[in-house]
Each structure stands twice: as C-alpha cells, then as structure tokens.
C-alpha cells in the first residue's frame, strides 16, 4: 500500500503477516471489558497484531524500517505466537510493489525483540544466518545493541540471538549514539521505557514528517495516554514519553506509522482537553 509522499519520498506500507499475544500483556492495567471493544481477543486471550514494515524510496536510496518476524521459526513457535504469514513474508510483499530484497540500501531496527528484528537475517543453504538484505547496511542504537547481547531476565525471552548476532561483521552493522541523523531526511528519536534504546525513525521531507512508532505506541487504542503494554521494563516512564511524543505530534502535525494494529496504517493527531483526537487515517486495505 502507498501512502502519501513525505517531500521526495515515496512511502509504502508491507503488510508482512500478523500473529497474536495476550491482550491484558498488550494493555497492561486496562481492564478487558474496555479494551475487548476495540481489540477483540480470541479464546486464548490473544489479540491480532500486525507486522507492518516500512519502505521510503527517494530514488537513491532505499530504506527498509522494521523486518518483520521473520521465517526461520519452529512449528511450536509459530503456534504459540498465531504467526499467519507467507513463506518469504518480506521478499513476496516487496515484489508486489517491484522491490527485491536486494534493492534494499539501508536496513533500520528500531530495536531488536524478535517480532521486530525476525525478518533481518535468513538461514543460508549451509545452514549458517546471513543478512537477508545482501547490499544493505543495517542500523541499530548502542544502547538495544548492548541490550540484546545481554537483556535483563524480565524481557530475555524477546531477544534471540539468532535474529541478529551474525550481523555483527564490518560494512554491515552500524551501531548508532541516540538521536542520529541516518542519512538526510531520517533520523532517530530514542525512548527508554518499553526496552532500552528502543529508536523511533522519523522521516521528514518538505514541511511533512512521518514517524514510525514501533512499541511506544503500537497500536491507535496506546494513543491513550493510560494504555501502555505490560511488557514494558518502566511502565512510569513510558507514560513520561507517550506524552512528550504526542504533543509534539499533535503540534507538528507528524503522520504517525503504527506497526502493530491490525486495522490502522497511520494517524494525524491533535490535543484536546483530555484525549488525542484521530485527524486523519489510513486503514489497511483488506484483501
């Protein structure tokens, strides 16, 4: 799906899959008769989530933000998680709009849980992992890097080492300080409270700026301020920087990219009195 540019930009949205978690997990202390009405759970408790990539192309450079949960997991794997997908998830959704993995320049993980950095390395026909994105250089915060080499026990079970160890050659990784500049036109915005140096991209093109929210707020329902996963290491300072980002969307008028929700690609925003009022949407397009 094309979104709208973002100055010389072009934007697309890659469906890659869905697959599902517990939704008290995913709301934290809401109550279930609250967020059933807009996350409807199945008999297991589980909510459908989205693994929504993003594409931006300004004609030089081609720039891949997230990678999905990728295909190299067990069978037990894929039914403890509900994980619904093509084989090559990334590689068909690209060909669908002309892309090839090789195409690829810039590989951007916002951080490196495994429904997020799945999708970055694949297993060779030596049974090796290599980088999924063989002319790609791939981007990461020092702060997740150190993480994922040694997570604390409460988030371990999100970082497997496979997803993302073999990356670590030169040419290929590149270990960035908080709040860079990638290239021009896309920089980092680091928060803290759902893991450690978790990085949301923002792309700015002309008066216009996109910002992909990975797990700040991974659905449109985390747009209230109260609703933040239970997953998160510091639910307190999560709450600190949903508010901060929110303003400054709302006062920026920033297109917000979520990568989990099922339904909504993206949101414009402002403030009211009490809530962040939806502006403008885009919903996915049903098949």
């Not at 920089?187 to 700040?216: A, M, P, W």
């Not at 709302?250 to 339904?263: G, Q, S, T, V």
């Not at 403030?271 to 885009?282: A, G, S």
Request: glycine share 6%.
């Amino acid at each position: 799906m094309q979104l709208e540019n973002i100055g010389h930009w072009k934007v697309f949205s890659l469906e890659t899959g869905l697959f599902s978690l517990d939704g008290g997990a995913m709301m934290g202390s809401v109550p279930k008769v609250l967020w059933e009405k807009v996350n409807p759970s199945d008999d297991k408790n589980r909510i459908d989530l989205a693994l929504r990539c993003l594409l931006v192309d300004n004609g030089k450079d081609v720039v891949l933000i997230e990678t999905g949960i990728g295909n190299k997991n067990s069978q037990k794997f894929i039914q403890m998680f509900n994980i619904r997908q093509s084989k090559n998830p990334l590689s068909d959704t690209l060909s669908n709009i002309g892309y090839s993995n090789k195409n690829i320049t810039h590989v951007i993980l916002t951080h490196l849980h495994f429904d997020h950095a799945g999708g970055a390395v694949n297993m060779g026909d030596d049974g090796n992992y290599i980088p999924a994105f063989p002319n790609a250089k791939y981007y990461i915060s020092d702060r997740n890097w150190a993480t994922g080499l040694n997570p604390s026990p409460r988030d371990s079970a999100s970082y497997l080492k496979e997803n993302y160890l073999s990356l670590e050659k030169p040419n290929i990784l590149n270990i960035l300080p908080i709040n860079t500049e990638i290239i021009e036109g896309i920089d980092t915005y680091v928060v803290n409270g759902h893991t450690y140096g978790q990085q949301l991209i923002r792309i700015k093109g002309g008066e216009d700026t996109l910002v992909f929210c990975s797990d700040l707020i991974p659905l449109e329902s985390h747009l209230r301020l109260p609703w933040i996963m239970g997953y998160d290491l510091n639910a307190a300072l999560t709450l600190d920087e949903k508010e901060v980002f929110l303003n400054l969307a709302a006062d920026n008028n920033w297109l917000l990219f979520f990568y989990h929700d099922p339904k909504t690609v993206a949101v414009r925003i402002k403030k009211t009195n009490k809530y962040y009022e939806v502006t403008d949407k885009y919903e996915r397009k049903q098949n």
